[in-house]
T-cell receptor, first 113, second 115 residues
């Protein structure tokens, strides 16, 4: 059973913010939320991760709800190069090796001019 | 600091030949993971290795596939007697350790085409 659910696809206009939702209603206390993306024909690229506080780095911001049952990845100013499949993953670093993760289908984000 | 290096990037093999895929983890990383991505499908876990040990091979096909991560040198994913269904992108990822709150980094993959 997948631990996360994401919309199948979404479009975003270039220069606008892209808000990618992820539901993880069964997340446990030790599980972090990780986001990766895969641009066509390339290896998955790490974006950001967090436990319960909001996080921001040079690529994106991660907003986690207070009950931790959902989160939103925000790409503040989408560019055409942000077109990719975005994966939301939950992982307990104390017990789950990266091999136990389910990448699922992710959200296909298409940034349009 | 070089990332995860995979080679070759593209590999063409005839049916029945052997394919060897190499993965050099990031410096300081002792855990390696192999994934396979069939055309138009998601990433599927194959095997998790530490130096000289296979930790989890639950995603590996029972026959023709093997993996190793020797004390010295890269991790190798070996596919014997390849068939057309083995055509896929094979990705390697590395991480510094199991119990660390860190991300795993992926290589750019090896695209295997069986003709």
């Amino acid at each position: 059973d997948a631990k996360t659910t994401q919309p199948t696809s979404m479009d975003c206009a270039e220069g606008r913010a892209a808000n990618l939702p992820c539901n993880h209603s069964t997340i446990s206390g030790n599980e972090y939320v990780y986001w990766y993306r895969q641009i066509h024909s390339q290896g998955p690229q790490y974006i950001i991760h967090g436990l319960k506080n909001n996080e921001t780095n040079e690529m994106a911001s991660l907003i986690i709800t207070e009950d931790r049952k959902s989160s939103t990845l925000i790409l503040p100013h989408a560019t055409l190069r942000d077109t990719a499949v975005y994966y939301c993953i939950v992982r307990d670093p104390t017990t789950d090796s990266w091999g136990k993760l389910q990448f699922g289908a992710g959200t296909q984000v298409v940034v349009t001019p | 600091n070089a990332g995860v290096m995979q080679n070759p990037r593209h590999l063409v093999r005839r049916r029945g030949q052997e394919a060897r895929l190499r993965c050099s983890p990031m410096k300081g990383h002792s855990h390696v993971y192999w994934y396979r991505q069939l055309p138009e499908e998601g990433l599927k876990f194959m095997v998790y290795l530490q130096k000289e040990n296979i930790i989890d091979e639950s995603g590996m096909p029972k026959e023709r596939f093997s993996a190793e991560f020797p004390k010295e040198g890269p991790s190798i994913l070996r596919i014997q007697q390849v068939v057309r269904g083995d055509s896929a992108a094979y990705f390697c990822a590395s991480s510094p350790g199991l119990t660390m709150n860190t991300e795993a980094f992926f290589g750019q993959g090896t695209r295997l085409t069986v003709v």
